[in-house]
């Protein structure tokens, strides 16, 4: 239970609702803010302007997925108030007050850095990228049936990284009857693609194992779907680039050759918002309350 602790939740987006749900249910005090549109009567809980929360007594601030802005703004879609996460508000929280987001920027790293708080990226855990990706390979799966005209079944996919994303991504396809190749640089997962019994090929490989495929599954965050790559892919080939904004593909040379690339970030929180919220709720609620756990044994 987080009875006692206050949380201040400030925007986000629908998957923010079911962290509401699960850290009410575990009796946390929470300040809700930028959720002034929600229609939904979270009982019990405070909707309030960010310059109304006492800071002083948070004990942890929960940002949305994307953390903030550049210049720090933080987005939410319940409501028009502009919220601006600063170094003067994050001071006036407790020194042991934690800040929660999915991913960082720098940004958000000088502003904790700087008044000396703990951070915690729950992107970058492997528990939430492994339950993620599975909402993202549903999402793949969703894009590749709009955007072609044959089944699944019997393409000819690559996936290129056999990382969290990679991996369940690959075996999905692979489960849907299409014919999977996985590209890596390393010789165990050269060597896991194997024992997947799908066909592993090595990224310096990589002109040569497009040359016969439908879709082109990319979850490397590194340039690495060239020009001279694209050049090598028959022409009705579909690339969709899962790897993280700007992606790993050359756009505007797959835009000059007439092959279909797409990037496709966020599909969690797209293709599954509720599933994608209790990941990050679960995960939130097992950390907040080893907190809190650890702060009473300091006590004692
Ligand atoms: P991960 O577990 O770190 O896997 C990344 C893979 O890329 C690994 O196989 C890694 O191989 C490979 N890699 C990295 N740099 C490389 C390079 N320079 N050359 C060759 N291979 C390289 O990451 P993940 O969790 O699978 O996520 C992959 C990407 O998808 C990230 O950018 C993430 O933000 C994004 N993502 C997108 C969505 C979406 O909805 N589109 C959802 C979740 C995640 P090594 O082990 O050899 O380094």
Avoid: W
């Avoid at 703004?73 to 600063?86: A, D």
């Avoid at 939430?128 to 549903?138: G, K, L, M």
Wanted: hydrophobic share 45%; charged share 25%.
């Amino acid at each position: 239970m987080l009875t006692g602790m206050h949380v201040a939740i400030i925007g986000g987006d629908a998957r923010q609702l079911e962290v509401i749900r699960k850290l009410m249910e575990l009796d946390a005090r929470l300040s809700l803010v930028g959720f002034d549109q929600l229609d939904h009567g979270f009982a019990g809980v405070t909707k309030m302007k960010i310059h109304e929360v006492d800071f002083h007594e948070v004990d942890a601030i929960i940002l949305p997925v994307h953390g903030t802005s550049m210049d720090g703004e933080i987005q939410t879609v319940f409501s028009n108030e502009k919220m601006t996460f600063t170094e003067e508000l994050l001071r006036q929280t407790p020194m042991h007050c934690t800040v929660y987001s999915g991913i960082t920027n720098d940004y958000l790293d000088r502003v904790v850095k700087s008044v000396g708080r703990k951070h915690v990226q729950l992107f970058e855990r492997d528990d939430v990228a492994i339950y993620n990706s599975i909402p993202t390979a549903e999402g793949t799966i969703m894009m590749v049936i709009q955007h072609t005209d044959v089944t699944i079944h019997g393409s000819r996919v690559a996936v290129l990284g056999l990382g969290r994303v990679g991996m369940t991504v690959a075996r999905t396809f692979a489960a849907l009857g299409a014919k999977v190749k996985v590209g890596a640089r390393r010789s165990e997962h050269l060597a896991r693609i194997a024992e997947m019994a799908l066909e592993p090929f090595h990224l310096n490989d990589l002109e040569q194992h497009v040359k016969d495929i439908d879709v082109c599954i990319n979850t490397i965050p590194h340039p690495i779907v060239t020009a001279s790559v694209i050049a090598k892919m028959p022409a009705h080939t579909l690339i969709i680039d899962l790897a993280s904004k700007p992606g790993g593909t050359d756009f505007r040379y797959a835009e000059k050759r007439g092959i279909q690339a797409l990037l496709a970030p966020g599909l969690p929180g797209i293709v599954a918002p509720k599933t994608a919220g209790q990941i990050v709720a679960n995960v939130l609620a097992q950390l907040l309350s080893a907190d809190l756990k650890k702060r009473k044994e300091n006590k004692k």
